[in-house]
């Protein structure tokens, strides 16, 4: 297998020159697992690990590699299978969360992905806000995301959920498709190109699996049933996995996400509504609150129809749940500081009893 049809390009070959003269090779993360990575590279498969060099150096979690990486790996002595990861180039695009959990920590889902099919079910899986929430994660990562209404078999009455998909996501492509039955998947072909990756997200349920084996033409997931109570399944991936199907195209599957919050959503709201803050920037005051301040232009364009309510009230929804997780957040630092507090509290009295003992 060559390095341009794992997704190699002039970028990543320029990024890669520094590491060249000091004798690395280039090569892709095709699998986590825990504490080590598959790489790829024109050589084959090697398991590798972070050398102790690039662990001492990196500083957080996010600086690790992740699926679909490029990184820079020397051979490990005496054994042509495992290789050392030295160094993580630069990320064309990076989609990545706030990990599950109170803690304020980037977790990575993958790298350098060129389209994220955003996949939801018609079965009763659809919900509009998580559906807000990926499309703000995508753009985010630089990514173009693409939405997939899968089991269109099992209900193709969609023009409502298209028409609300329209007003949040505007010139993002939205495809009703049914993995089982291949309907509509033809249309997905100029995203389906040798070199080019994509990534599928969604919860647990919708078929992703499925979707990922008529996308590369062969069985390579195993795919479960969902429960009929309540439109949910387990989770059929367990790994995050890079496949090159016999098409040429690179196919990133990641585990379903039952919960997802965007790392920068900031960055994401701001690229998802670049119509409404634009808009936003031409009111009189730098804080206006766009409820009735002299000068306001959002409550103008809304009087006038330049911008639509719909999608205003998507902006605010977006906006709320992004403050929601910063104070959420911000109360889990101010307890885990309180609970520190506490700690050192004691200890110090357990000393001065100790030395009072002594005495």
């Not at 600086?63 to 050392?84: E, F, M």
């Not at 100029?190 to 349920?205: F, M, R």
């Not at 890079?242 to 920068?264: K, N, Y």
């Not at 670049?274 to 031409?282: L, S, Y």
């Amino acid at each position: 297998m060559t390095l341009e049809q794992l997704g190699w390009d002039a970028f990543f070959a320029q990024a890669f020159a520094p590491h060249a003269t000091a004798g690395c090779a280039p090569a892709r993360v095709t699998l986590e697992l825990k504490g080590y990575f598959e790489v790829t590279g024109e050589t084959g498969a090697r398991l590798a690990e972070c050398s102790g060099k690039f662990a001492h150096a990196t500083r957080t979690a996010a600086d690790y590699p992740t699926i679909g990486d490029w990184v820079a790996v020397t051979p490990q002595s005496g054994d042509d299978t495992r290789a050392y990861i030295d160094a993580v180039l630069p990320r064309r695009t990076k989609f990545s969360r706030r990990a599950v959990g109170e803690q304020e920590v980037e977790q990575l889902i993958a790298a350098n992905v060129d389209t994220v099919f955003l996949v939801s079910g018609l079965d009763g899986n659809y919900h509009l806000h998580r559906t807000e929430r990926y499309l703000a994660a995508a753009w985010a990562s630089g990514a173009q995301p693409v939405v997939l209404l899968n089991k269109a078999d099992l209900n193709d009455d969609t023009v409502d959920i298209t028409q609300e998909l329209t007003v949040i996501g505007r010139d993002v492509p939205v495809f009703v498709v049914s993995a089982q039955t291949r309907r509509g998947l033809k249309a997905l072909a100029p995203y389906l190109l040798p070199g080019k990756t994509i990534a599928l997200l969604g919860s647990s349920g919708v078929g992703k699996s499925t979707l990922i084996n008529r996308l590369v033409g062969e069985k390579l997931q195993d795919t479960q049933e969902v429960r009929e109570a309540d439109n949910k399944g387990r989770h059929t991936t367990t790994q995050r996995e890079l496949i090159v199907a016999p098409s040429g195209v690179i196919v990133i599957d990641t585990p379903g996400m039952r919960e997802l919050q965007p790392w920068d959503a900031t960055a994401g709201i701001d690229a998802a509504f670049g119509d409404v803050t634009a808009v936003a920037g031409r009111c009189k005051f730098r804080d206006c609150a766009h409820t009735g301040e002299p000068g306001c232009a959002i409550q103008t364009a809304l009087a006038d129809g330049s911008l639509d309510s719909a999608r205003w009230q998507a902006y605010l929804r977006m906006q709320r749940a992004s403050a929601y997780e910063v104070r959420r957040t911000d109360r889990a630092a101010q307890q885990r500081q309180k609970t520190d507090h506490k700690k050192a509290v004691k200890a110090l009295r357990q000393r001065v009893h100790e030395k009072h003992g002594e005495e």
